[in-house]
């Protein structure tokens, strides 16, 4: 049985093109997409994918941090893979930190 994705990124064209990566396998399936970290976290609380790929730059109010840090406060079973174009370690650090060493 394929894991449940939710892919979550306020631009489309980066959505779609991890989702084309994502369908290539057979492990996995993408049952949802968010543009913001407030949709992100009602996705699961209606049905909670196993795997959260979150884009840490969300515009339009929360964070990508803040919505993992929420969505993992409600649902610790789930498991976050932080997306990011930021390369300096001091944000990759601090969100490592945020979220309590949470991250995979």
Known sequence: MP??????DDHRVVRDGIRSLIERSADFQVVAEA???????EICRKSLPRVVIMDIGLENGMNGIDATTEILRHWPEARVLILSGYDDENTIVSASARVHGRLC
Do not use: H, S
């Open 3 to 8: 894991v449940d994705v939710l892919l979550v």
């Open 35 to 41: 543009e913001t970290g407030a949709e992100a976290i």
